[in-house]
């Protein structure tokens, strides 16, 4: 049953916590500066005349190929292992696969085609980290290889949509990791499919599946296979095993692709049923502007929030604070989207932004630790790439908890970089797990006064 009205695309028409997120940076900026191009043909195919867009058909009898053109062709199906971030195969020919203990993706050569006596293999992690050894440990690799057709196992479910391959493991479980690794990814990669697409997912999470399931439903037509325990074995005449990925919470611009994070966030508002698609703007509205603090249960709290409720009454907001629910999505959604200036310190509870109007202000607190980089990279520019207005706070020594754990000539203080050498574990531990913000309400006044101004500003329309 479908969860809420289909999305189309207007083309065609509990976990380690957010603070995995700088070690993960850490990697992937040293990697990115080793990578290189490296494009390669995985395995051989022959490309058939399959439309990708016919009917779904399921049976138990072997795939045949509908009669047609027989010119060979010199396209074959590639994987791209260019990117640090993500490998990824978009396949085309006689594909079959089979989870549970093998989790193997073959293509069947015919006689005629193959090249040899000999088998070609490889594995791949279908999950958009690779340069994260701590979160591919948890995905599984699935086993590729190109068979003759008498070697391959037998088809016992068809099917003639694409089929489309990734991962639920990795850091899933973090806001932040659930959408910038999965949900982004497999929008960008699947919407021009408009729904005629089958979801093969590996490391499947029931509860993960339960929490999301409103976004898969509205991508695809098709119920969801649990690829590690399913013995059957399904081919297609199209598979896309990994996502499409350049940027955490971002989609680079470019003709390749049909759609922009402003089309997630209209998904978004989609299957969650969130009314609101503009911020507060003074000559239609007879309310205040709503701010809304995020609360959160363990480390980089907001310790003095009663006295920052009260400073945004006093600029003029209506003002609350509000913890999200780590599963029930859409309640906190609707909290956000209600928002016009959404607030909170550094970590995976900013990733609501998505929610928030367009027009609308986010506000980042960046704690002490040098963490300006990550804070940018990670949620100041895909806020302002979806037409949100970003401010951010830096905090001083005054406002960190940690001046009640070290002496103030300490090392945390006086010199950050030499705590980053020591390794991520040890700069996580502190400026992450030990670090709540005791913001200095005069010096953060004019940060809301900013925001306001902003709204007060808004006269683009569209925005």
Same mark, same amino acid.
């Given at each position: 049953?479908?969860?809420?009205?289909?999305?189309?695309?207007?083309?065609?028409?509990?976990?380690?916590?957010?603070?995995?997120?700088?070690?993960?940076?850490?990697?992937?900026?040293?990697?990115?500066?080793?990578?290189?191009?490296?494009?390669?043909?995985?395995?051989?195919?022959?490309?058939?005349?399959?439309?990708?867009?016919?009917?779904?058909?399921?049976?138990?009898?072997?795939?045949?190929?509908?009669?047609?053109?027989?010119?060979?062709?010199?396209?074959?199906?590639?994987?791209?292992?260019?990117?640090?971030?993500? $490998?990824?195969?978009?396949?085309?020919? $006689?594909?079959?696969?089979? *989870?549970?203990?093998?989790?193997?993706?073959?293509?069947?050569?015919?006689?005629?085609?193959?090249?040899?006596?000999?088998?070609?293999?490889?594995?791949?992690?279908?999950?958009?980290?690779?340069?994260?050894?701590?979160?591919?440990?948890?995905?599984?690799?699935?086993?590729?290889?190109?068979?003759?057709?008498?070697?391959?196992?037998?088809?016992?479910?068809?099917?003639?949509?694409?089929?489309?391959?990734?991962?639920?493991?990795?850091?899933?479980?973090?806001?932040?990791?659930?959408?910038?690794?999965?949900?982004?990814?497999?929008?960008?990669?699947?919407?021009?499919?408009? *729904?005629?697409?089958?979801?093969?997912?590996?490391?499947?999470?029931?509860?993960?599946?339960?929490?999301?399931?409103?976004?898969?439903?509205?991508?695809?037509?098709?119920?969801?296979?649990?690829?590690?325990?399913?013995?059957?074995?399904?081919?297609?005449?199209?598979?896309?095993?990994?996502?499409?990925?350049?940027?955490?919470?971002?989609?680079?611009?470019?003709?390749?692709?049909?759609?922009?994070?402003?089309?997630?966030?209209?998904?978004?508002?989609?299957?969650?049923?969130?009314?609101? $698609?503009?911020?507060?703007?003074?000559?239609?509205?007879?309310?205040?502007?709503?701010?809304?603090?995020?609360?959160?249960?363990?480390?980089?709290?907001?310790?003095?929030?009663?006295?920052?409720?009260?400073?945004?009454?006093?600029?003029?907001?209506?003002?609350?604070?509000?913890?999200?629910?780590?599963?029930?999505?859409?309640?906190? *959604?609707?909290?956000?989207?209600?928002?016009?200036?959404?607030?909170?310190?550094?970590?995976?509870?900013?990733?609501?932004?998505?929610?928030?109007?367009?027009?609308?202000?986010?506000?980042?607190?960046?704690?002490?630790?040098?963490?300006?980089?990550?804070?940018?990279?990670?949620?100041?520019?895909?806020?302002?790439?979806?037409?949100?207005?970003?401010?951010?706070?830096?905090?001083?020594?005054?406002?960190?908890?940690?001046?009640?754990?070290?002496?103030? $000539?300490?090392?945390?203080?006086?010199?950050?970089?030499?705590?980053?050498?020591?390794?991520?574990?040890?700069?996580?531990?502190?400026?992450?797990?030990?670090?709540?913000?005791?913001?200095?309400?005069?010096?953060?006044?004019?940060?809301?006064?900013?925001?306001?101004?902003?709204?007060?500003?808004?006269?683009?329309?569209?925005?």
């Amino acid at each position: 049953m479908k969860l809420a009205k289909k999305f189309r695309s207007p083309v065609e028409p509990r976990s380690f916590g957010t603070g995995l997120i700088v070690g993960c940076f850490l990697v992937s900026m040293t990697c990115f500066m080793v990578s290189r191009k490296q494009i390669v043909s995985c395995l051989p195919s022959l490309l058939t005349d399959a439309d990708p867009t016919s009917s779904a058909v399921q049976t138990g009898e072997e795939f045949q190929f509908s009669d047609g053109d027989e010119t060979t062709l010199e396209s074959k199906p590639m994987c791209d292992r260019s990117s640090f971030r993500v $490998d990824i195969c978009d396949m085309e020919g $006689d594909i079959r696969i089979v *989870g549970n203990n093998l989790s193997s993706v073959t293509l069947v050569a015919p006689p005629a085609t193959a090249s040899g006596d000999g088998e070609n293999s490889w594995q791949m992690k279908p999950y958009p980290r690779k340069y994260d050894p701590s979160a591919m440990a948890k995905v599984r690799p699935l086993n590729f290889s190109s068979r003759q057709e008498e070697a391959a196992l037998r088809c016992t479910v068809n099917h003639s949509v694409v089929g489309v391959l990734f991962s639920t493991g990795g850091h899933c479980g973090n806001c932040f990791h659930d959408y910038a690794d999965v949900l982004v990814p497999l929008f960008q990669t699947v919407a021009p499919l408009k *729904g005629r697409v089958q979801f093969i997912i590996s490391d499947y999470q029931g509860w993960w599946m339960n929490k999301y399931r409103p976004y898969l439903a509205n991508l695809s037509d098709y119920d969801v296979i649990d690829f590690n325990s399913d013995n059957r074995v399904h081919c297609f005449r199209r598979l896309i095993v990994g996502l499409r990925a350049e940027r955490d919470l971002i989609i680079d611009r470019s003709p390749s692709h049909c759609c922009s994070i402003s089309h997630f966030v209209e998904l978004t508002r989609t299957v969650y049923s969130l009314g609101r $698609d503009r911020a507060w703007r003074a000559a239609a509205s007879a309310t205040k502007p709503r701010l809304v603090f995020i609360a959160r249960g363990g480390t980089r709290r907001f310790v003095n929030m009663e006295e920052l409720l009260a400073a945004a009454e006093e600029v003029g907001f209506e003002a609350v604070a509000s913890e999200p629910d780590f599963y029930d999505v859409a309640q906190f *959604g609707r909290v956000v989207n209600s928002a016009d200036v959404m607030v909170g310190v550094h970590g995976a509870g900013l990733t609501n932004f998505l929610f928030l109007p367009a027009g609308a202000v986010l506000i980042q607190v960046v704690p002490l630790g040098n963490l300006e980089w990550i804070s940018q990279h990670f949620y100041a520019e895909p806020a302002m790439a979806r037409n949100l207005r970003y401010l951010q706070y830096n905090i001083t020594q005054e406002e960190s908890t940690l001046m009640d754990l070290y002496p103030r $000539d300490h090392q945390v203080f006086k010199d950050p970089d030499a705590i980053h050498q020591q390794g991520w574990f040890k700069l996580g531990d502190i400026y992450l797990k030990q670090q709540n913000v005791r913001l200095d309400v005069q010096r953060f006044r004019p940060t809301l006064e900013k925001a306001m101004d902003l709204l007060l500003s808004v006269t683009v329309e569209g925005i």
